[in-house]
């Protein structure tokens, strides 16, 4: 599991993220709404060990992230991230791109880290793209692109942060079904989203952070049926 527990994180003088604890179990998917700027991408990057904290823990399995014996790139591997922007290598084909990883990080040969590659790539529905370079690529399928690059790593938790807000609108929609699909396999998730009937339908939990406070997290029916803070209230009010 995801254990985080009571941290602070800071820019300078200004907190961004202000006594958060949460834990997210295996299997589960959480999905995190607010405004910009409170804090939801920051907390992932923690988790991911790309940013530093003031203060508090963040554990996975059991392993402190922030602590200064953990082996923070063997943790990774465990978490795959995925960002606004995909990040592909222009000059490699989806499958070079995917088998990239696999083959550097985790030594596998050539020929086995270009299987897995193909399978992750038939996993997202890009099977008939393999040999494709991402300029060929519609933006949704770049995204698609950029999950399969992190399924390959064969993670134990997935990050999600904001993986449709780069896209145009007739786009979003086939990368919110590959992560239903990775909900409905069991997949332990935390999606940060502005995509509310996404949030709604496919989460265990949903949280509201405002201003670097975690707000409110309970069920999606109870969370977005009746809201109990104000906060939460005027923003789904703007986003419905």
């Known amino acids: 599991m995801i254990e985080i527990d009571n941290v602070h994180k800071s820019f300078g003088e200004l907190e961004v993220i202000k006594g958060v604890s949460l ?5 589960e998917v959480v999905s995190i709404i607010g405004g910009s ?5 920051t907390l992932l990057m923690c988790i991911n060990g790309l940013e530093s904290i003031k203060s508090g823990s963040i554990r996975v399995d059991g392993t402190e992230v922030h602590a200064k014996g953990t082996d ?6 465990k978490l795959g991230m995925v960002f606004q922007q995909w990040n592909s290598f222009p000059h490699l084909t989806a499958l070079e791109n995917v088998a990239l990883a696999p083959r550097i990080v985790k030594g596998k040969s050539k020929g086995e880290a270009r ?9 997202v529905g890009l099977g ?3 040999n494709a370079f991402p300029s060929a690529l519609s933006g949704g399928q770049q995204q698609r692109l950029a999950i399969a690059r992190a399924l390959a790593m064969e993670p134990e938790y997935m990050l999600f942060d904001e993986a449709t807000s780069a896209l145009d609108p007739e786009l979003v929609g ?7 699909l990775l909900a409905e ?3 332990t998730m935390i999606c ?3 995509e509310m009937g996404f949030a709604r339908e496919v989460s265990d939990r949903v949280a509201f952070f405002h201003q670097g406070i975690m707000e409110e997290i309970r069920p999606p029916q109870e969370l977005f049926g009746s809201p109990r803070s104000e906060h939460l209230q005027r923003f789904l009010a703007k986003v419905k």
């Open 72 to 77: 923070i790139n063997k943790l990774r591997q």
């Open 37 to 41: 700027g409170s804090g939801k991408s």
């Open 128 to 130: 008939e793209k393999l």
């Open 115 to 123: 299987e897995i590659a193909a399978h992750q790539l038939q996993h």
């Open 185 to 187: 396999e069991g997949m």
């Open 174 to 180: 086939e990368v919110l079904d590959t992560m239903r």
């Open 23 to 27: 834990q997210v179990n295996k299997g």
């Open 192 to 194: 940060v989203t502005h």
